[in-house]
């Protein structure tokens, strides 16, 4: 079912990444009505501030017209 891609900036704790997921998968499972939280994949992924043009703002410009904005 859904799959949630983060990536940010190391320096983020275990708790942080934690409170984030049951975030996410409390915000997915609500909004696209989705039964099962376990069916909610979330990835973080930690990208260094020396790395992040090359691999996340890359993947953001590619995925540009996928983005959405509130």
């Given at each position: 079912?859904?799959y949630v891609?983060v990536?940010?900036?190391p320096g983020?704790s275990?708790a942080?990444?934690r409170a984030?997921?049951?975030r996410?998968?409390?915000?997915?499972?609500?909004?696209?009505?989705v039964?099962?939280?376990?069916?909610?994949?979330?990835?973080?992924?930690?990208?260094?501030k020396?790395d992040?043009q090359?691999v996340?703002?890359t993947?953001?410009?590619?995925?540009q017209?996928l983005q959405?904005?509130?």
């Amino acid at each position: 079912m859904p799959y949630v891609n983060v990536k940010m900036h190391p320096g983020r704790s275990a708790a942080q990444k934690r409170a984030l997921t049951e975030r996410l998968v409390s915000a997915v499972t609500e909004t696209c009505d989705v039964s099962d939280p376990a069916r909610v994949t979330v990835i973080i992924e930690e990208v260094p501030k020396e790395d992040w043009q090359a691999v996340a703002r890359t993947e953001i410009e590619a995925k540009q017209s996928l983005q959405t904005h509130p």
